[in-house]
C-alpha cells in the first residue's frame, strides 16, 4: 500500500474496527465475501478466515493485494476482472459485499448498487464507507469540492468530491441497519465521509 493509503487506513481503523465487528458473524469460516473496487486490499486485515473474491478494474493492484492478503493471513483469495456496475458473478452469489471508496469513482452509482444487490444472498450485508460532499454546515468545504471536483477527476481517477451515495444505498431495496456520516478533518477535501451497513 502507498503511504497514503496506510496512514488513511489508520485514520478510518476505528470506525472500520466497529464496523466489520457488526459485519461479520463469529463464526465465519464458509463465509464468501466479496470486496467489490478492492484495490490493494486493505480490508484484508479485517477479512480473515472468510473466503474472499476481490473485484477490480485494475489488473496492476493485484499483486499489492495478494501482498496484503498474505501478510494478513488470508488463505482464500479470488481475484477477478470487473466492474461495480457489471459484476460477473450469478445472482446470490455472496454471503456479504464491501464497498469502500469506490462509489466516488464508478461511472454510474445506481447500477453499482443494483448488482451489489443483486449478488448479495437474501439477508446478506452490505458494508459501505466513502468519503462524500461536505453537508451544509461545512459551506466552504463543498465550495471548494465543487471547484476542485473537475481537477480532482482528471488527477485522481475519475474520484468525484461531490457525491453522496446514501440515498442511492436506502433507495436500492437495501435496508439500512447503521449509517453515519462524520467528518476527519486532516483529510481535507476527502474529509466528509459515510459509513454503514446494508441489509439485503
Ligand atoms: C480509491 S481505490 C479504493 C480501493 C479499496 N476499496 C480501498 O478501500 O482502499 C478505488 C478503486 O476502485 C476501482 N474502480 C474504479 N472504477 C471502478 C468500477 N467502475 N468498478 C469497480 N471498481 C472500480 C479502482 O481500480 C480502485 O482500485
Redesign the pocket.
Known sequence: MSQF?EE?EELVGPIKIELFKEFLPAERSSLSVL?????????AQYLQETNVTA????PE?WPYARANAARHGLTSLNLVN????ALPFPDSSFDRVI????L????DVQA?VREMHRVLKPGGKLLF?EHVAAGKEQALLRLSQELLNPLQRALA???NLTRDPLDQIANGSFKLEREKHFSIPSLGLIGPHVGGIALR
Open positions: 493509503e488513511y470486496d467489490v473496487g478492492a484495490g490493494t486490499l486493505p480490508n473485484v477490480d478494474p485494475n493492484m470487473g466492474v461495480a456496475e464497498c469502500t471508496l469506490v466516488c469513482s464508478v461511472a453499482a464507507l481517477d475519475g474520484c
